[in-house]
């Protein structure tokens, strides 16, 4: 654990008391530019401002994991996506129209956190079954997209 005086030290160390006075005075709101002034909390994070913390082993993996369980959600998004022919990885554009305007939250797919995931990955699979529904019937769109036969003439 450091000390608020190690925190002081260090600082000044490392700037000049001039410089640190107008830096202490817009990060507290212009009450004070006096650094011996500043309560625990606020030199605390002023200090992180300029060293900044390194995050411990458990944070990392827990960062990790996070990432792991976002990419996994977003595969599972995309594979229903591709499967009704929603979205193609040459052409991400009716996939993006798609999700900004239709999907829950109305935000691009690498902007959801895990949390809101349910709601979509919901509408999704409703999308699915619905979409699996239909191309059993033949001449619909999707009769011809999953058999992979090219539209017929409108003529």
Known sequence: MITNSIMREQLLKKFRPE???SSVWMHTGYRTGNIYDLDPEELESFYYMFFPKKPTVYE?????????QLKKLRSIILKDAQYIGLYD?????????FM????????PLNKYAAN???????Q????????????????????YH?????????N
């Open 146 to 154: 999953k058999n992979k036969l090219p539209m017929p003439s409108e």
């Open 60 to 68: 990392e993996l827990n960062n990790q994991y996070a990432q792991a």
């Open 89 to 97: 990885p040459t052409d991400w554009g009716p996939f993006n129209r």
């Open 19 to 21: 410089v640190l006075s």
């Open 116 to 122: 809101e995931f349910e709601g979509l990955i919901k």
């Open 124 to 143: 999704f699979k409703s999308l699915r079954s619905k979409y699996d529904k239909s191309a059993s019937i033949p001449g619909t769109k999707e009769w």
């Open 100 to 107: 900004l305007e239709l999907s829950p939250e109305k935000k």
